[in-house]
């Protein structure tokens, strides 16, 4: 069983960077696809993007296209999600999650981790 841990969130200016990390122990998670995602308050976790198990292919959904970028170290077993210009509407907590299924649903994913929170002022 794959444990993940989300770490880098915090609070940030409109405009402004983060790098969030997701940190995998247990086994490794060289041979899966990884996601992002996001869930702000009193609504729907939402796909941010995904990477494929070599890193060469990359899906990103249309609110953060251009602005985010997905990578991974797998001799580190982890994953990043490198954030710039970031908005106010980026507010929110930020998961990592193995893909199990093809797609992009949160039901397609499991092993999540616990998140981190991301909160960009105006």
């Known amino acids: 069983q794959v444990q993940l841990v989300e770490s880098g969130g915090g609070l940030v200016q409109a405009g402004g960077s983060l790098r969030l990390s997701c940190a995998a122990s247990g086994r490794t998670i060289s041979n899966y696809a990884m996601g992002w995602f996001r869930q702000a308050p009193d609504q729907e976790r939402e796909i941010v993007g995904c990477?494929?198990?070599?890193?060469?292919?990359?899906y990103y959904g249309d609110s953060v296209k251009g602005r985010f970028t997905i990578s991974r170290d797998n001799a580190k077993n982890t994953v990043y999600l490198q954030m710039k210009h970031l908005k106010p509407e980026d507010t929110a907590v930020y998961y990592c999650?193995?893909?199990?299924?093809?797609?992009?649903?949160?039901?397609?994913?499991?092993?999540w981790g616990q998140g981190t929170q991301v909160t960009v002022s105006s």
């Open positions: 990477i494929s198990w070599s890193g060469v292919g990359t």
């Open positions: 999650a193995v893909q199990h299924y093809s797609g992009t649903k949160p039901s397609d994913f499991g092993s």
